[in-house]
């Protein structure tokens, strides 16, 4: 299994650290060893310049290192934010009962409608909404749903609508498509800078 860029950049660093330490270890044995003050004197110019190439090289890499790390960790926040509104979808894709016909009442009661629309949703989702909208489980008759504003005579169309999560309200004026996955790419554009405040201010 392939290593995180994080643990790869890491060994990659200590790895060359070791490598210098040796190749300066080898440079200082060979021109102490010459055993004469004109040899060091000439060349300690040289083990000071390698010393310090090294030192450079070294600190390179560990720059490198934190850059990527602190990439890496962007990355990640990136990834929790993408994925706490990838389960906000999944949330209400899995609404049912009470729940459904709550957030489909919120929806409803901030559009300008007249209440006697048609309401179409997926083949999958059709008794899911069935049972949410109406206590006798006619789709003429969606008792649940119309009791929350007098105004509401709402039907359930048993044709099926291209929203797989979500549903479309049909008038013979006008369509308004109320799609989940839509509702939650809205609300992230909107959101999202906030979220991600909220999820790591106390880093």
Same mark, same amino acid.
Request: charged share 35%; no cysteine.
């Given at each position: 299994?392939?290593?995180?860029?994080?643990?790869?950049?890491? @060994?990659?660093?200590?790895?060359?650290?070791?490598?210098?330490?040796?190749?300066? $270890?080898?440079?200082?044995?060979?021109? +102490?060893?010459?055993?004469?003050?004109?040899?060091?004197?000439?060349?300690? /110019?040289?083990?000071?310049?390698?010393? %310090?190439?090294?030192?450079?090289?070294?600190?390179?890499?560990?720059?490198?290192?934190?850059?990527?790390?602190?990439?890496?960790?962007?990355?990640?926040?990136?990834? !929790?934010?993408?994925?706490?509104?990838?389960?906000?979808?999944?949330?209400?894709?899995? !609404?049912? =009962?009470?729940? #459904?016909?709550?957030?489909?009442?919120? +929806? @409803?009661?901030?559009?300008?409608?007249? =209440?006697?629309? *048609?309401? #179409? *949703?997926?083949?999958?989702?059709? &008794?899911?909404? @069935?049972?949410? %909208? $109406?206590?006798?489980?006619?789709? !003429?008759? +969606?008792?649940? !749903?119309?009791?929350?504003?007098?105004?509401?005579?709402?039907?359930?169309?048993?044709?099926?609508?291209?929203?797989?999560? =979500? %549903? +479309?309200?049909?008038?013979?004026?006008? /369509? @308004?498509? %109320? /799609?989940?996955?839509?509702?939650?790419?809205?609300? &992230?554009?909107?959101?999202?800078?906030?979220?991600?405040?909220? #999820?790591?201010?106390?880093?």
């Amino acid at each position: 299994m392939k290593k995180p860029i994080y643990e790869r950049i890491i @060994l990659e660093a200590e790895a060359e650290a070791k490598a210098l330490k040796e190749e300066t $270890s080898i440079e200082a044995k060979r021109i +102490l060893e010459g055993g004469k003050t004109q040899i060091i004197s000439q060349n300690t /110019d040289e083990l000071n310049k390698i010393n %310090f190439h090294h030192k450079n090289r070294v600190k390179n890499y560990k720059d490198r290192q934190e850059k990527g790390l602190a990439t890496y960790e962007e990355q990640v926040r990136q990834e !929790l934010v993408v994925a706490v509104f990838s389960e906000v979808y999944e949330k209400l894709s899995a !609404l049912e =009962g009470k729940e #459904l016909l709550n957030f489909v009442s919120h +929806l @409803l009661h901030k559009e300008a409608i007249k =209440g006697d629309e *048609v309401i #179409l *949703v997926s083949h999958a989702n059709y &008794q899911k909404y @069935l049972s949410a %909208f $109406s206590s006798t489980k006619d789709p !003429l008759k +969606l008792d649940l !749903l119309n009791k929350n504003a007098p105004n509401y005579k709402f039907s359930l169309s048993k044709e099926p609508t291209h929203v797989s999560e =979500g %549903f +479309l309200l049909s008038s013979k004026e006008f /369509d @308004l498509i %109320f /799609d989940f996955k839509e509702i939650v790419d809205e609300y &992230q554009k909107k959101n999202e800078q906030r979220i991600y405040n909220e #999820l790591f201010k106390d880093e």
